[in-house]
């Protein structure tokens, strides 16, 4: 089997001292969190719970403001946004935390969170650099209308950048991003696809945790990202693990990225530190920062896993391949996505 495979420890050696000092003052801090849920759970009229959780979640939330602000390439939008915006964000989060959000609904705020993540990762700053989109409308007396619409210039990114898909969960939102670049270009661009297929070694701890990449089983080639501005959009990002794997996996095949982003809809501060300390260039984008990662290397308090929430558990004793993911997903999301369907299944079937 052609496969590479990255240890826990290899990452953590890429924290620094204040990293890891930071990462056990949060989990400290949670910890008032964890006892304060656990009261919840047993009493849910426990007011006095509800209020030291909620006091406990203001204290967390200004302790990772501080450490992400010393990080100019960790991107929070709660962090980097105006205040007014926030609870647009928040109710989000909430929707997707919450255990009774059924599939289609979660697919929905998915969509919603990645349009915002759009705007804050790419149109939001090319705001000083804006074209004029003329459009036609269905009125057409007494002559033909059309309206003019002022939108971000992000053609040359459009033009310049790849979706790097890192598979099953990251499907749909790299499907999104795509179609945000179609939407804003001026030429209907439609981004080229890289595929890798990786996965963690889940009987393992997060502390000794395996990422392992299935070369066999990706489809890319190393020509199409050598220059280019790599996209990864993965609903969750807890260890940072898989994207430094392939990212490093790359740059010793001699790969020259012109940019990496990862765009989340929710990232752990490990997860992200470990991104920015384990390749300079990279910068990380999310919607939410959640405070610290469990044993099992889930984030907490997260959102259970986000590829089965997207895309449904498989059923037979082998995993979905990429095309029946597409299927699966239903009529309305293959006919919204039908250009970055077509151009993922010519990476594939090429």
């Known amino acids: ?3 590479i495979i990255l240890h826990a420890e ?5 924290l620094t001292e204040e990293d890891k000092s930071n990462i056990q003052a949060v989990h400290t801090l949670y910890d008032k969190s964890l006892d304060a849920c656990s009261r919840i759970d047993n009493d849910p009229s426990d007011e006095k719970a509800k209020d030291d959780l909620s006091e406990s979640a203001a204290e967390i939330g200004a302790k990772l403001k501080e450490i992400c602000s010393g990080n100019d390439r960790i991107h929070v939008y709660s962090f980097e946004t105006p205040r007014e915006q926030h609870g647009e964000a928040s109710r989000i989060i909430a929707k997707l935390r919450n255990p009774e959000t059924g599939h289609e609904e979660f697919l929905y705020y998915i969509q919603r969170a990645y349009e915002l993540m759009f705007a804050h990762s790419f149109a939001d ?6 074209r004029a989109m003329i459009q036609m409308t269905p009125v057409t007396n007494p002559v033909r209308n059309y309206a003019v619409h002022k939108i971000p210039d992000v053609d040359e990114l459009a033009h310049s950048s790849v979706m790097c898909v890192m598979l099953r969960g990251a499907l749909l ?4 991003i795509s179609k945000e670049f179609q939407d804003y270009s001026s030429d209907d661009t439609i981004t080229p696809f890289a595929l890798f297929k990786i996965k963690r070694d889940e009987s393992k701890k997060e502390y000794n945790m395996d990422y392992v990449l299935d070369l066999d089983r990706s489809f890319f080639s190393l020509e199409s990202l050598d220059g280019k501005d790599l996209i990864f959009a993965d609903p969750m990002n807890a260890t940072g693990g898989s994207l430094v794997t392939i990212v490093k996996y790359l740059k010793e095949k001699g790969v020259k990225p012109r940019s990496i982003k990862f765009i989340n809809v929710i990232s ?3 997860g992200a530190i470990r991104i ?3 390749i300079p260039e990279a910068e990380v984008y999310t919607l939410w920062m959640d405070p610290i990662l469990n044993e099992q290397a889930y984030i907490l308090p ?5 590829g089965d929430r997207l895309n449904g558990v498989d059923k037979g004793p082998e995993p979905r391949n990429m095309i029946q993911l597409i299927a699966d997903y239903g ?3 293959v006919n919204l996505y039908r250009d970055q369907v077509i151009e993922i299944e010519k990476t594939v079937l090429n």
């Open 331 to 333: 009529s309305n999301i």
């Open 268 to 270: 752990a501060l490990k």
């Open 276 to 278: 920015t300390r384990a």
């Open 1 to 3: 089997m052609n496969k």
């Open 302 to 306: 997260g959102l259970g896993d986000a």
């Open 173 to 176: 939102p790299s499907m999104i």
């Open 10 to 14: 290899d990452l953590d050696g890429f």
């Open 125 to 130: 700053k090319n705001l000083n650099n804006k």
